[in-house]
């Protein structure tokens, strides 16, 4: 598949942090707006490079501070419509179809806003990106999810909100932060809350702490969606080793995993529970290897979750801090894990599939949209398996 095939097939993303996503000179033009003078560089060349670099940490909790200077500009209606709007057009452009953006409107107070006003310059400003995305002739749907900060004790009335924009926008929730002391169990009430309106949410899990994090999204908060869920290969064995203990002997094999032979590999309880339930696993692959949830791309889980079938999705994170793209995260796994088109679109249907949208819209997606674009790149023959990948045809 070529960079431009990359770029112009139909993609889906799940897991996009908003406030993650600014383009540099927005972030500087937003600063001098409202008088922000603490942004680390000048020109948006060098602030990109800032954002990428800071963010190369090898922690999560170091990871996350570099979103003070992306926070300190959306604290105006302005500001946030820009960027909503902005974050929808930048996403059709790359060829994403539809997208869940998330952001923590807690973090959005800082200047008077309410958490209604929040949520609605979002929504306005993702509503104009979408009609400017049209007009472009790169028709794109984005709705958000809330996410509550799990260091925080929000969680409730943030749930609440997304209830009051169940109709008007929001499709679903999130928490995020730091993991590791903040497990989501504290978040219980939210979660049983959520529960009882019939809506739909996802949890960071299994990013920067493994197996314990993921069991509780899933057994005790009842998670849709898991946001990374990486950490669950510490619960699959290959040769009866656990799966870190194989990449560490294997860090120097590039085609280790597409080589693989499945009848090796076990799964344990849990890892055979996400995969028989089908849930979805929100993977994001240059972020992973930024907090070092990940080793490399050639080693990252997503290509042996995606051999074994399990419900995995492509994602970006946080595209200003990974200096990345939908088309560029499927770009790497092509170079280094050896992709194929065949691959994205089948995580891409697995993403569509797992949206937070009803039913029938994400089916008329697939089957209006995602099919079609797929078939017209691959002259008509995509799904048969014809371009090989990291499954073999069947
Ligand atoms: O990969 C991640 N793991 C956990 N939290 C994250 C990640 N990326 C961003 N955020 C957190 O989510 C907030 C709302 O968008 C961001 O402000 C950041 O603190
Ligand atoms: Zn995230």
Same mark, same amino acid.
């Given at each position: 598949m070529s960079t431009d095939e990359l770029r112009r097939a139909p993609k889906v993303l799940l897991h996009?942090?908003?406030?993650?996503? *600014?383009?540099?000179?927005?972030?500087? &033009?937003?600063?001098?707006?409202?008088?922000?003078?603490?942004?680390?560089?000048?020109?948006? $060349?060098?602030?990109?490079?800032?954002?990428?670099?800071?963010?190369?940490?090898?922690s999560l909790p170091r990871y996350l501070e570099t979103f003070d200077h992306t926070l300190a500009v959306m604290q105006t209606r302005e500001g946030l419509f820009r960027v909503a709007s902005e974050c929808a057009q930048d996403l059709a452009a790359d060829g994403v179809v539809y997208a869940e953006s998330r952001y923590a409107p807690e973090q959005h107070l800082t200047r008077g806003l309410t958490l209604e006003g929040v949520v609605e310059a979002v929504n306005a400003g993702l509503r104009d990106g979408e009609a400017r995305a049209a007009a472009a002739g790169h028709p794109i749907r984005v709705t958000a999810l809330l996410t509550a900060m799990r260091h925080a004790a929000k969680s409730t009335e943030i749930?609440?909100?997304?209830?009051?924009?169940?109709?008007?926008?929001?499709?679903?929730?999130?928490?995020?932060?730091?993991?590791?002391?903040?497990?989501?169990?504290?978040? %219980?009430?939210?979660? $049983?809350?959520?529960?009882?309106?019939?809506?739909?949410?996802?949890?960071?899990?299994?990013?920067?702490?493994?197996?314990?994090?993921?069991?509780?999204?899933?057994?005790?908060?009842?998670?849709?969606?898991?946001?990374?869920?990486?950490?669950?290969?510490?619960?699959?064995?290959?040769?009866?080793?656990?799966?870190? &203990?194989?990449?560490?002997?294997?860090?120097?094999?590039?085609?280790?995993?597409?080589? %693989?032979?499945?009848?090796?590999?076990?799964?344990?309880?849990?890892?055979?529970?996400?995969?028989?339930?089908?849930?979805? %696993? $929100?993977?994001?692959?240059?972020?992973?290897?930024?907090?070092?949830?990940?080793?490399?791309?050639? *080693?990252?889980?997503?290509? *042996?979750?995606?051999?074994?079938?399990?419900?995995?999705t492509l994602n970006t994170d946080n595209r200003l801090m990974s200096g990345t793209t939908m088309s560029r995260e499927a770009e790497l796994l092509r170079d280094e894990a050896g992709w194929s088109l065949d691959d994205l679109r089948w995580v891409t249907i697995n993403a569509m599939k797992s949206a937070f949208i009803p039913f029938d819209e994400r089916l008329a997606l697939i089957d209006d949209v995602i099919k079609p674009g797929y078939a017209a790149l691959s002259g008509g023959a995509a799904g048969e398996g014809v371009s090989g990948g990291v499954v073999s045809p069947a």
């Open positions: 996009d942090h908003l406030d993650g996503g *600014l383009r540099p000179q927005t972030v500087l &033009d937003l600063a001098a707006a409202v008088g922000y003078d603490d942004l680390p560089a000048t020109d948006a $060349e060098s602030l990109g490079t800032w954002f990428r670099e800071s963010a190369d940490s090898g749930a609440e909100l997304a209830i009051r924009y169940r109709d008007d926008g929001v499709s679903g929730f999130d928490i995020a932060g730091a993991e590791a002391g903040y497990p989501p169990t504290r978040h %219980l009430d939210a979660f $049983e809350y959520l529960r009882r309106e019939n809506f739909h949410f996802t949890i960071h899990a299994g990013e920067a702490f493994g197996l314990p994090s993921i069991w509780e999204a899933i057994q005790w908060c009842g998670a849709d969606r898991l946001g990374h869920g990486v950490r669950i290969v510490d619960d699959i064995t290959i040769d009866g080793s656990p799966y870190a &203990d194989w990449v560490e002997g294997h860090k120097h094999d590039a085609d280790a995993l597409t080589a %693989l032979e499945l009848d090796r590999v076990r799964l344990g309880r849990l890892a055979a529970y996400v995969r028989d339930k089908r849930i979805p %696993l $929100e993977m994001c692959p240059s972020s992973n290897l930024q907090t070092s949830a990940a080793p490399s791309i050639a *080693l990252h889980p997503i290509t *042996l979750l995606r051999r074994l079938r399990f419900r995995v």
